[in-house]
Structures are given as C-alpha cells and as structure tokens.
Nanobody, 125 residues
C-alpha cells in the first residue's frame, strides 16, 4: 500500500493550496480517508476526514470554513483544498487510510491503517 501526498509548498498568509494524496495497493473506495498535520514540537493532530462514499466529512474546528476535503474514487485520490491560510497552519500534512467507516472514530490517528509520507506546508506572515 502506498499513499503519496503532494501539493505542499510555501504560501503567504491568505493564500491557498491544494493537497493531493494518491493511493495504490488498496481498495480505495472501501477506506475512510483522513488528513492530519504535525507542526514542529507538537503532536500530530486531526485536520479532516471523508468517509468511503464521500457523503460525510469531518473537520477540526480551526479549519472549518477554510479547508475542504474531497475524494475521487475513480482516481483513487483524496484532496484537501486549503484557503485563507494562516501561519498557524504551517505543518507537515499527512494523509491516512482507515478501514473503519465510522465518523466518530476518524479523529483518532490510531484508527488509521496506512499513512503517507507527508508534505510540508509553510505559511508566511
């Protein structure tokens, strides 16, 4: 199984980025997909998740209204559209796949079975 995250970079505050995570080696449509992030010196934290069919999503409060998670089950890819970026969004962003299809568990990183390598997002003030 491989989860290949891409799309990170350096952007000014207020700007936008779209992260992509291409999955291979798994039945993508059977997995809940999530995005997590880890800033220097901090623990990995939940950002957003989307259930198998794409019909249900969940976001951490600080990104609600600014970030949108989506998925394409034909392309086996999950996206994170990030807008109105703030310096506090600076982190390494990881995508992850979980066989659990329960929205109440998606914030817990231990419920994910596979992880990508991460992509750096840096927001300058």
């Amino acid at each position: 199984v491989q989860l290949q995250a891409s799309g990170g970079g350096l952007v000014q505050a207020g700007g936008s980025l779209r992260l992509s995570c291409a999955a291979s080696g798994l039945s993508f449509s059977r997995y809940t997909m999530g995005w997590f992030r880890q800033a220097p010196g901090k623990e990995r934290e939940f950002v957003a998740a989307i259930r198998r069919s794409g019909g249900s999503t969940s976001y951490t409060e600080p990104v609600k209204g600014r970030f949108t998670i989506s998925r394409d089950n034909i392309k086996n890819t999950v996206y994170l559209q990030m807008s109105s970026l703030k310096p506090e969004d600076t982190a390494i962003y990881y995508c992850a796949a979980s066989q659990r299809d329960i929205l109440s568990t998606v914030r817990n990183p231990t419920t994910y079975d596979y992880w990508g390598q991460g992509t750096q997002v840096t927001v300058s003030s």
